[in-house]
């Protein structure tokens, strides 16, 4: 930061062209946990009623049929996988100037 401020840089120019570029793939990999924790929380709010992709798994559980359990995870995880990608690709995109 002292360099920063020795080239002239004012405490904005710091924060946006420095420290949150710095930090941004840290940021970013909190926001994609966080997200991937919610989408496995969502899945179990089914049990209370609420309509969500882990309903196929409640029905199934419930009424012992192996396929709807086996459905709705395969549905739960592909959507997991699918975002964590996008979040990895979101990752690469802003952070490519730090290769």
Same mark, same amino acid.
């Not at 840089?9 to 966080?34: C, D, F, K, N, W």
């Given at each position: =930061? +002292?360099?920063? /401020?020795? =080239?002239? =840089? /004012? ?8 420290? !949150?570029? !710095? ?8 926001? @994609?946990? /966080? ?6 929380? $969502?899945?179990?709010? +089914?049990?209370?009623?609420? +309509?969500? *992709? ?7 559980? /419930? ?10 995870? *395969? !549905? ?9 990608? *996008?979040?990895?690709? !979101?990752? @690469? $995109? *802003? ?5």
């Amino acid at each position: =930061m +002292s360099v920063a /401020s020795g =080239m002239g =840089m /004012s405490r904005r120019q710091q924060l946006y062209e420095v420290e !949150l570029p !710095l930090a941004a793939p840290v940021i970013l990999a909190g926001i @994609r946990t /966080s997200v991937i924790i919610n989408i496995g929380t $969502a899945t179990i709010a +089914s049990t209370v009623g609420a +309509s969500t *992709l882990g309903t196929p798994i409640i029905i199934g559980l /419930s009424g012992f049929n192996t396929a709807y359990v086996i459905q709705g995870a *395969l !549905l739960v995880a592909l959507a997991a996988i699918i975002i964590d990608r *996008l979040f990895e690709r !979101l990752t @690469r $995109a *802003l952070t490519r100037h730090a290769k």
